[in-house]
């Protein structure tokens, strides 16, 4: 069985701790793995049974092994459900994971599961529904349902929770379609949070509504009743309360929101002088940039380019310009450097834009409560109002955040932003300070944290 681990994972002793795991199921090591596991530890094998304690969970593994182990190829990747790695299982028919519940360094709960539910969705690749949500487009309880997902924060088995019926849509294949499944959904009232969604498969029948059927839906249906649907438009129900963040904030946040300040300054003065001011840390051919006609700023304009325009910073004359300023960068290496070079390298991002040069623009993410608010294309919809983002907050997956190596050379810079044509993502940069004084950056691929595109093409 060949094991990969998904390349930018975030860092934590809960990652340690599974891609352990993991390595451990994968050798296989029984001898470490009941190192890792608690004595009282249970597995629930989706929809069909629960089993309980060290001895009966490690002989399952066993079993699985010399049935299926060589057949399956192992990942340890992020789960958006569950806001921390979970342990894939994938072969030419059968697509798996395992979710673990980890408490005082030891897995004390292991769920077996697919992957996804449905082609469209309902994985646990997606961030979870809130509250609120269920409650408008599942308003029926049922019975509870056995050996299903336990609550994420408690731990509560399924058969503990409230579990309720309704029908929630996707988007289907096929431009502007939107297909509505009958699901089940466990809350678990004590943690106030969703536990599972899935499709009830003891029901066949789909609804499925093309962007015709849709819009002539909607123009059945008053301004008042279409007010009650997310997007104004017939399908899914708005949320009936919204799972907000508190403010919070970190030193890091605090120098980011003083540099966007000094930055819109910069572009309505057309001055680069306090920006420079401001980054105290750096300095360009070994010395400070401290004249306006050493940097200059390039305020975005549709008398550049009809098609669209940034605004950056540069040095230099026309014809004779160059914008990539990290390149003749010197500092010393320190957290601050780190984050003041950062800032200076994503600075275009809250600048002026002009047309198409609109699909760079960013949302820091500087105080967790600005998640609420966040609004997206050009009819100010809230694409984060039915979901539940406190597991990000809890992995310490929203504020900046600078990771120095131990010898001080590398610096890991970890910053979450919100983009219309790409969702809630967690930067990555890393910066690597040479011994002449210079740096040198290497932009790695984001972690997706919620994928979103709003639609609108430039």
Same mark, same amino acid.
């Given at each position: ?250 030193? %890091? $946040? @605090? ?6 300040? &000094? *930055?819109?300054? /910069? ?124 597991? %990000? $907050? @809890? ?6 955040? &600078? *990771?120095?190596? /131990? ?52």
């Amino acid at each position: 069985m060949k094991l990969t681990i998904q390349h930018d994972l975030p860092q934590s002793s809960l990652t340690d701790l599974i891609v352990s795991f993991a390595k451990h199921f994968v050798e296989p090591d029984f001898v470490a793995l009941r190192d890792i596991v608690s004595k009282d530890v249970s597995i629930v094998l989706y929809e069909k049974e629960s089993r309980y304690g060290i001895e009966a969970v490690l002989e399952y593994f066993e079993d699985w092994q010399i049935r299926v182990g060589d057949t399956f190829d192992c990942e340890v990747r992020w789960s958006a459900q569950f806001s921390q790695p979970e342990i894939y299982f994938t072969s030419d028919k059968i697509n798996q994971a395992y979710i673990l519940d980890i408490q005082d360094s030891k897995i004390r709960r292991i769920l077996l599961t697919p992957r996804s539910f449905s082609k469209i969705g309902f994985s646990i690749d997606e961030i979870p529904y809130n509250v609120g949500f269920i409650e408008a487009n599942a308003p029926k309880e049922i019975e509870p349902i056995a050996n299903h997902y336990f609550c994420p924060i408690c731990g509560k088995n399924s058969e503990q929770l409230e579990w309720r019926t309704g029908i929630i849509f996707k988007d289907g294949p096929g431009w502007g379609k939107k297909t509505g499944l009958m699901i089940n959904a466990s809350i678990c009232r004590e943690c106030n949070t969703v536990c599972e969604v899935s499709p009830d498969r003891s029901v066949k029948h789909i609804l499925s509504m093309t962007l015709e059927q849709q819009r002539k839906a909607d123009e059945g249906m008053t301004a008042e009743e279409l007010s009650h649907y997310v997007g104004n438009t017939m399908g899914n129900k708005k949320t009936l309360s919204v799972t907000t963040l508190d403010s919070h904030t970190n030193e %890091l $946040s @605090k120098i980011g929101m003083s540099f966007h300040s &000094v *930055l819109n300054k /910069a572009v309505k003065d057309h001055s680069s002088k306090d920006v420079f001011r401001f980054l105290d840390k750096l300095s360009f051919n070994n010395k400070l940039p401290n004249k306006d006609s050493e940097i200059k700023l390039h305020v975005a304009s549709h008398d550049v380019n009809s098609m669209g325009d940034e605004s950056y910073f540069y040095i230099g004359d026309e014809p004779n310009i160059d914008n990539e300023l990290h390149k003749k960068l010197y500092a010393d290496p320190s957290v601050d450097a780190a984050w003041q070079i950062y800032l200076l390298f994503t600075s275009s991002t809250v600048m002026p834009v002009f047309w198409h040069g609109g699909y760079i623009v960013r949302d820091y993410i500087f105080d967790e409560a600005t998640i609420n608010s966040i609004e997206a294309g050009f009819d100010g919809e809230k694409p984060l109002e039915c979901f539940d983002l406190r597991g %990000l $907050s @809890k992995a310490n997956l929203l504020l900046p955040e &600078v *990771l120095m190596s /131990a010898d001080g050379r590398t610096a890991d810079v970890y910053c979450t932003y919100w983009n219309d044509w790409g969702g809630l993502m967690r930067d990555h940069v890393q910066i690597l300070f040479l011994k002449n004084g210079k740096v040198r950056l290497t932009q790695i691929e984001p972690l997706i944290l919620f994928e979103y595109d709003c639609g609108i093409l430039f």
